[in-house]
């Protein structure tokens, strides 16, 4: 008897708990951004404080906006600063962008490193020590090739790591639909999933890591971590670089600056592959969070309360107030506070995207395979990775025009 109670009443006791804690992460992705976007700005150093910064770009092909988001890191009001792309291979399309840039902007020191040399099984961790042998600064701040940024945004940045405490400073960013129902859901992914869900998790727990939207960070912190190489091998190497500061003593400071990553995903399995990618990574690195995970799926949770309810009146119901819920704080946070507001067609695809996302979440656990970059890889239980399809030759190492040795003159070039 009892056991017929329990499998009578578990399902539904298992279902309320989703329904509920969904609806509590939902009003805390509100708070989240409240206390977030209301944290006072801290005093900005003087202009002879202001330290020299680094930016490191690391490239591989034509991104969609390339050159316009690559330009905003060009324009940035800051007195002593220099930029530094990198490429593994001679030929990559991304290289006449960036001698545009050059010619562009004579008067921002702008480096191009060229070196195909591979240090580990993450080849953008392999871009960037070879980039970094170009750095002039103290200061390195590390954001991807897809990022654009206002011209305040290495200020900002300055004015966290003022804070000797601080070890990494990072910061959410928002995602640039360039058309496509695939990238509409990509972007859904980061401006309601990714981005609320960082607001919550301050709410509840120390920040441990850090974005590869942007990392900035000091050369005495980068050395005790172990340098670049130390997450050769991690797939998710921003997420490491952050932990190990944080490891070190250091506090990880989220900033309440919003940056930008333009998406063209193209393709349903290119979506499909970068979800699963992101999937992975979060289960292989946080393995109890990503299974706590699922908790949060409301749109999930209201539709198996409408099966195991028969699609009752009460069922419909809660699914109306969880779904009109999910929604609101949806449309709200990414307009108001991420900076990416949604259409009413944007915001009722939130609802795909939540059942794209929950089957997602399963498929993670079926594997630890991922696409990256056009190579396949399978995630160790510790974070580091495996190539698993056939190798690549290394590259000789090459400079571009400015191609020079930090010893020498930084005089733009």
């Not at 680094?54 to 330009?71: H, I, M, R």
């Not at 991420?338 to 944007?346: I, K, R």
């Not at 079926?366 to 160790?380: E, K």
Request: hydrophobic content about 45%.
């Amino acid at each position: 008897m009892q056991t017929q109670l329990l499998i009578h009443y578990l399902p539904q006791a298992v279902i309320g708990l989703g329904l509920a804690v969904s609806a509590w992460y939902y009003c805390m992705t509100y708070v989240g951004a409240r206390l977030l976007f209301r944290k006072p700005a801290s005093s900005m150093p003087g202009e002879s404080e202001l330290p020299g910064i680094t930016v490191l770009k690391p490239l591989k092909g034509l991104e969609a906006d390339l050159l316009q988001n690559l330009a905003t890191f060009c324009r940035q009001d800051y007195p002593s600063f220099q930029v530094v792309f990198g490429v593994a291979d001679a030929d990559d399309p991304a290289i006449p962008v960036v001698r545009q840039l050059q010619a562009e902007f004579p008067h921002v020191r702008i480096d191009l490193v060229i070196d195909g040399r591979i240090h580990g099984t993450n080849y953008k961790v392999s871009n960037l020590h070879n980039m970094d042998k170009a750095s002039l600064h103290d200061v390195i701040v590390i954001a991807d090739s897809d990022i654009r940024v206002a011209p305040d945004y290495l200020r900002r940045l300055a004015q966290e790591l003022a804070d000797p405490s601080v070890g990494v400073v990072t910061c959410l960013y928002r995602a640039v639909n360039t058309g496509g129902l695939p990238t509409l859901l990509e972007s859904l992914f980061i401006n309601v999933d990714f981005g609320p869900s960082i607001l919550v998790a301050r709410l509840v727990e120390k920040t441990r890591y850090a974005f590869g939207a942007t990392m900035a960070l000091r050369r005495k912190v980068l050395n005790e971590i172990g340098g670049l190489l130390s997450v050769g091998n991690c797939l998710a190497d921003d997420y490491f670089i952050g932990n190990r500061a944080e490891a070190r003593g250091y506090r990880i400071a989220i900033s309440n600056m919003v940056v930008e990553t333009v998406l063209a995903v193209g393709s349903w399995k290119r979506l499909l592959d970068h979800q699963l990618r992101w999937a992975r990574t979060y289960r292989s690195v946080r393995r109890g969070g990503y299974f706590a995970l699922i908790l949060t799926h409301g749109t999930l949770w209201a539709l198996l309360n409408l099966l195991w309810n028969g699609f009752g009146p009460w069922s419909w119901v809660v699914a109306g107030a969880l779904l009109t819920l999910r929604l609101a704080t949806a449309k709200v946070v990414a307009g108001r506070y991420l900076g990416a507001p949604l259409t009413w067609p944007e915001t009722f695809a939130v609802l795909l995207k939540d059942v794209l996302g929950s089957s997602v979440w399963f498929l993670a656990f079926l594997g630890d395979a991922v696409q990256w970059s056009g190579h396949a890889f399978r995630v160790q239980s510790d974070g580091s990775m495996v190539r698993i399809d056939s190798g690549v030759a290394a590259a000789q190492p090459a400079y571009g025009r400015t191609a020079k040795q930090p010893d020498e003159s930084t005089a733009s070039a």
